[in-house]
């Protein structure tokens, strides 16, 4: 839940309004409120701006999860949850969404070539739980990611097969399907 919420907004917030109260009562000459204004006021607000300028925005849903696909979130490998929940929400002190996972996998050359997460999506492929990541990649091409494909799911762990999808204008998505797993024999 307070991923959800920028941290930078509310440092300005808060910062903002107890350094109007400090200002308000060191004209009124309430020095302890002047005194707690300031003191709290202009830290908070000045740790607001560095935390706002270092804000990595949650990525968007391409279109809604629908309720079966959040009842399958339950089939989601720790990977697959640990994605969806890096990147719905707000984070600080990165570039990029899965800066360094792209360049692990070989697809970000350089900052400037880098591809951008620009939108996730969740849905049932074949009744798997599937985590869509499209990616604005115009210096990466087609064929460079499907080159990358068996690395990918090599990277993304057990239990996930990986499928690229071209979506056209230079987006490129990334589809981590759960493996169906079947059910174990019990040892008796």
Do not use: C
């Not at 302890?32 to 706002?52: I, M, R």
């Not at 990649?137 to 990358?148: C, F, H, I, N, R």
Request: charged share 15%; proline share 7%.
């Amino acid at each position: 839940m307070l991923g959800s919420v920028s941290l930078g907004t509310l440092g300005l917030i808060v910062g903002s309004l107890l350094t109007v109260v400090g200002v308000a009562a060191y004209a009124t000459g309430n020095a302890t409120l002047n005194l707690a204004g300031f003191f709290y006021g202009v830290p908070l607000l000045l740790g607001g701006l560095a935390l706002k300028a270092a804000e990595l925005k949650p990525v968007p849903y391409r279109e809604a999860p629908t309720p079966e696909v959040i009842a399958a979130r339950a089939q989601a490998t720790p990977t697959q949850t640990q994605i969806r929940k890096d990147v719905t929400r707000y984070r600080y002190g990165q570039e990029a969404h899965l800066d360094s996972t792209l360049t692990s996998l070989g697809l970000s050359p350089s900052d400037a070539e880098r591809p951008v997460l620009v939108a996730i999506a969740e849905t049932l492929t074949e009744g798997a739980y599937t985590l869509v990541l499209e990616f604005d990649s115009p210096a990466v091409p087609l064929e460079v990611w499907q080159s990358k494909q068996a690395k990918m799911q090599r990277f993304f762990g057990p239990n996930i097969n990986v499928a690229i999808i071209d979506r056209g204008d230079n987006r490129i998505a990334v589809a981590l399907i759960r493996e169906t797993v079947a059910n174990p024999v019990p040892i008796h």
